[in-house]
C-alpha cells in the first residue's frame, strides 16, 4: 500500500470514530429527555382540546380514562426523538392540540402538538421541541375517538 493511500484510509477511520463519538455523545444527551422524569406522577387521565388551523373551526374537548391508552401516548411522548434546530419544516398549517395529563385532579404535565409544519411536540416543563412520529400520531388519533366529548 503506497503512503497516500495508507494517509487517507487513516483519516477516513478517523472521521468515522469522531463521528460516531459525536453521534453517542448526541444520543446520551437526549436520552435524558427520554424517560418521564422520576418526580412525574403517573397520569389517571387525560383531556385533549383539538384546536382546529383558524378560529372559525371552533375547538373539540374530549376526556379520556383508559389507563392503558392514557400510559402509552404518555410514554410515547417522552420516546420522542428531540427535534434538531433549524429543522427545515412546511409552510402548512392545520390541527394541533394540547394535552392535559393529570392523576386525580393534579396535573402532571401539559402537552402541546402541531399535527403539520415539523409536528412538533412540547412537553411543556422541559422546554424542547420533540418530533411527532406516525406512531405517536395514530395513538392521539385512537385517544379523540375513545374519549368522551366534555361540554
Not at 497516500?4 to 453521534?23: E, K
Not at 383508559?66 to 427545515?88: G, K, R
Request: proline content about 7%; glycine content about 6%; some cysteine.
Amino acid at each position: 500500500m503506497n503512503k497516500s493511500v495508507g494517509s487517507a484510509l487513516a483519516r477516513l477511520v478517523l472521521l468515522l470514530v469522531f463521528t460516531l463519538l459525536i453521534g453517542c455523545a448526541f444520543q446520551a444527551a437526549t436520552c435524558a429527555a427520554c424517560t418521564p422524569p422520576v418526580s412525574h406522577a403517573q397520569p389517571d387521565s387525560l383531556v385533549i382540546q383539538t384546536l382546529g388551523p383558524s378560529p372559525q373551526e371552533g375547538s373539540q374537548t374530549v376526556a379520556l380514562s383508559d389507563p392503558a391508552l392514557i400510559n402509552q401516548l404518555y410514554s410515547t411522548i417522552y420516546a420522542l426523538p428531540v427535534l434538531p434546530e433549524n429543522s427545515a419544516c412546511t409552510l402548512d398549517y392545520g390541527p394541533h392540540y394540547v394535552l392535559n395529563f393529570k392523576q386525580g385532579n393534579q396535573p402532571v404535565v401539559v402537552v402541546t402538538a402541531e399535527h403539520f409544519g415539523c409536528r412538533k411536540v412540547t412537553i411543556d416543563d422541559e422546554g424542547i421541541q420533540r418530533h411527532g412520529t406516525d406512531e405517536f400520531w395514530s395513538l392521539l388519533d385512537q385517544a379523540i375517538a375513545a374519549g368522551t366529548p366534555t361540554a
